[in-house]
């Protein structure tokens, strides 16, 4: 398994390494003009940002796999709390109806306080959040619950979006693959997968649940 996932590594760390100088030269050659009708030239610009980001967010995933992960006490109520926020807020100021909401335990007790790095975690958090409002309709409900038991905390965000295909589920933490249905929605296929590699490198598992 260690050898798999190593190759792995090696493979995107190549991806990246491909990807960035087509990248680059393709935005040299648009910032120094060219005969391109201005719409062309609009859609090219386009399209090397969004190949510079899914560059960097390659270059993030390889990193991460790798890199020590921060050993300190994190309030996972905490974080989810301010990300939830925050995704309100971006939801707001985009006129995108979306109802979110949390479950954490408070009684007896709250969430116990975990071992790792908050802004990973959060990172996590917020992708998943994330990924069920892109997938989901305006209206759409959204929520987050939280559970401990023998030491292990998890997390849960449920939604009432569009669901996964059962033929689809086993590959949707897998990088670059994107589901059939989820294509007319612009997406790198890297947000799970940066999710998937958060979450194991602070030791846990992710799981998916889904029907259309």
Same mark, same amino acid.
């Given at each position: ?7 792995? @590594? ?15 030269? *393709? ?9 391109? &009708?201005?719409?062309?030239?609009? !859609?090219? /610009?386009?399209?090397?940002? @969004? ?8 270059? #993030? ?5 790798? @890199? ?5 006490? =994190? %309030? ?7 990300? =939830? ?6 939801? #707001?100021? @985009?006129?995108?109806?979306?109802? *979110? /909401?949390? +479950?954490?335990?408070? +009684?007896?007790? &709250?969430?116990?306080?975990?071992? $790792? %790095? ?23 409900? !959204? ?5 401990? /038991? %023998? ?5 849960? !965000? ?5 669901? *996964? ?13 994107? #589901?059939?249905?989820?294509?007319? =929605?612009?997406?790198?296929?890297? $947000?799970?997968?940066?999710?998937? =590699? ?7 598992? +992710? ?6």
């Amino acid at each position: 398994m260690r050898a798999e996932r190593e190759a792995h @590594r090696r493979f995107l760390a190549r991806l990246d390494h491909e990807l960035k100088n087509p990248v680059t030269a *393709i935005r040299s050659a648009l910032a120094v003009g060219s005969e391109l &009708p201005a719409e062309n030239a609009r !859609i090219a /610009s386009a399209q090397a940002a @969004r190949l510079a980001t899914l560059v960097g967010e390659l270059r #993030a995933l390889t990193a991460l796999e790798t @890199r020590p992960v921060e050993q300190a006490r =994190v %309030d996972l109520a905490a974080v989810v709390a301010e990300e =939830v926020a925050a995704v309100r807020d971006e939801l #707001a100021a @985009r006129g995108l109806a979306r109802e *979110i /909401s949390t +479950v954490l335990p408070t +009684v007896p007790w &709250p969430l116990p306080a975990v071992l $790792g %790095d908050a802004d990973l975690l959060a990172v996590a958090v917020r992708n998943v959040v994330l990924n069920a409002v892109k997938y989901s309709d305006q209206g759409a409900r !959204i929520e987050v619950r939280g559970t401990d /038991s %023998d030491g292990l905390v998890t997390l849960e !965000i449920a939604d009432t979006g569009w669901g *996964i295909r059962v033929e689809d589920q086993p590959f949707v933490w897998d990088e670059l693959w994107r #589901a059939q249905d989820a294509r007319r =929605v612009e997406g790198s296929g890297l $947000g799970l997968s940066l999710v998937r =590699v958060v979450i194991e490198r602070h030791g846990g598992r +992710v799981a998916l649940r889904s029907q259309p």
